[in-house]
């Protein structure tokens, strides 16, 4: 099952200054923390060093448009994703339904809403699982387009050598779609699909600019915005595929600290 939720988080305080900032690093303690609380060895196993974690969180997005920094009584969004089953069904059936009243992240105490887990309560929430959308782009679209938008709603960057690649490379794009896909879903598909999206894939209008997530003892830049994606190839099946994992973007992200904040992707119906 892959999952997406938004908790809406109230203000209790305003943090001093100097401890009001992306939250990046204190909503991955608390994401911890939460599955910690229901499920200790699995909570373990997500806080081990590698690179294939199986969710995502997003820093705080304030509801009221223009709204900064952290101020009591004003309203701001938490999104999780999960695309592990066995994380996923603990988060559904332990964590959503018993959780505290309140929860602090940081210097910053909230008051917690209900969760929003339906696309009809909020854009980004929402559920699938891998049957649903091989089924959704292999058998029940008849035609498929060769564009595909995607946007990318905080700081999002690759990293290559010490620094962060701030371009959306199609090949990188697709190649960590790729990678998450296949570590958890089923069916595999073959890494040789890589190779087709730097033949035929390439990013044909954007608007995007840089950005900067603010970790308190460091900060990184991406780039936030939208980015349109036109494959050049007569092979259906490849187009097929490019849009499945596209969809799949929703759930794991993109890029670099997509467990910290970072990354935050979905796909947007091309207008006619």
């Not at 690093?25 to 910690?36: G, K, P, S, T, Y």
């Not at 499920?39 to 709204?67: I, N, Q, Y």
């Not at 029940?140 to 595909?148: L, M, N, Q």
Request: aromatic letters at 10%.
């Amino acid at each position: 099952m892959f999952l997406s939720v938004i908790l809406p988080l109230t203000a209790l305080n305003t943090p001093a200054p100097e401890a009001n900032h992306f939250f990046g690093r204190e909503a991955h303690a608390l994401f911890l923390n939460l599955v910690q609380n229901a499920d200790p060895l699995l909570a373990a196993a997500l806080h081990e060093p590698r690179g294939d974690k199986p969710f995502t969180v997003s820093g705080l997005t304030p509801v009221k448009r223009g709204a900064g920094m952290i101020r009591a009584g004003q309203t701001y969004e938490w999104r999780i994703t999960s695309f592990e089953p066995r994380l996923s069904a603990l988060l559904s059936h332990q964590v959503l339904p018993h959780l505290l009243p309140q929860v602090r992240l940081g210097a910053a105490q909230f008051q917690v809403g209900a969760p929003l887990t339906e696309q009809q309560q909020h854009p980004w929430a929402g559920a699938s699982d891998a049957r649903a959308l091989v089924r959704k782009w292999f058998d029940e679209t008849p035609r498929v387009e060769k564009r595909i938008t995607l946007q990318f709603a905080s700081p999002t960057a690759y990293r290559h050598i010490h620094r962060n690649i701030l371009v959306p490379n199609p090949e990188a794009l697709w190649a960590g779609y790729l990678a998450a896909w296949n570590a958890h879903s089923a069916p595999r598909f073959e890494d040789d699909l890589i190779a087709q999206v730097a033949q035929n894939v390439a990013l044909t209008r954007y608007a995007l600019n840089t950005e900067r997530a603010d970790f308190a003892e460091y900060r990184e830049t991406g780039w936030v915005g939208t980015g349109t994606f036109t494959i050049f190839s007569g092979e259906i099946a490849l187009c097929r595929v490019l849009h499945l994992l596209a969809d799949f973007a929703f759930y794991c992200g993109t890029g670099y600290k997509t467990t910290q904040g970072m990354g935050q992707t979905r796909r947007l119906e091309q207008k006619t």
